[in-house]
């Protein structure tokens, strides 16, 4: 069974662009999430998908967004690109996205911004 | 607001040793505890899951505990191999929304043969 896969590994992006990040979830699976990971906060939650809906969201300004498509899988979109932006991105997934089931995580992708 | 603290940031022991590693929350209301561990510049791997209605479980040399009344867990590594050094993180995901966990900032453990 596969695990939650992450495309790009990695990119660098200049200051002002704007990035597109992709999760596929483990097959069968309808909720996903997205952290984003800096050495100096830590591991913060950015938003989470279930059923092609946003149903929660963290404390980031607007040009994060994010989409869920139909077979579960995610893209997240950062715009206007500032170097804070820099940090390792990753999703999780869980099978039916319900308090208390397990979060499974991809390998995340390392975003640097120039 | 619900903060998660592990206490040591860092841990140097020999191989072979028992350990602990400590995490605490300050919000009880919580669905579920997990722990995981990361390697450098990867993913994380899922450890453990204990719900909030458990006191423990156990994955061979793991056994995570639960004090929900306490906000406390505890991450029980048996017999500890160099291959366990990584950073070792807890989550809690609370009633602010199914799937949000919230992560303390971790324990790097180094274990010397």
């Known amino acids: 069974k596969a695990g939650v896969t992450q495309t790009p590994r990695y990119l660098i992006k200049t200051r002002g662009q704007q990035v597109t990040l992709s999760c596929s979830p483990i097959s069968g699976h309808r909720s996903v999430s997205w952290y984003q990971q800096t050495p100096g906060q830590g591991l913060q939650f950015l938003f989470e998908?279930?059923?092609?809906?946003?149903?929660n969201k963290g404390n980031f300004p607007g040009r994060f967004s994010g989409r869920q498509f139909s077979n579960s899988r995610s893209e997240m979109n950062v715009s206007t690109l500032e170097l804070g932006d820099s940090a390792l991105y990753l999703c999780a997934s869980s099978l039916e996205g319900q308090r208390g089931t397990e979060a499974f995580f991809g390998q995340g992708t390392r975003l640097t911004v120039v | 607001k619900q903060e998660v603290t592990q206490i040591p940031a860092a841990l140097s022991v020999p191989e072979g040793e028992n350990l602990v590693l400590n995490c605490s929350f300050t919000d009880s209301a919580i669905y579920n505890l997990q722990w995981f561990r990361q390697d450098p510049g990867k993913g994380l791997t899922s450890l453990l899951l204990?719900?909030?209605?458990?006191r423990e479980q156990t994955s061979g040399r793991l056994n995570a505990s639960l004090d929900k009344s306490s906000g406390r867990s505890t991450l029980y590594i048996a017999a500890s191999q160099p291959g366990d050094s990584a950073t070792y993180l807890c989550a809690v995901g609370s009633f602010q929304g199914a799937q949000k966990l919230v992560f303390g900032q971790g324990t790097r453990l180094t274990i010397n043969p």
């Open positions: 998908y279930f059923s092609e809906t946003q149903r």
């Open positions: 204990i719900q909030s209605s458990q």
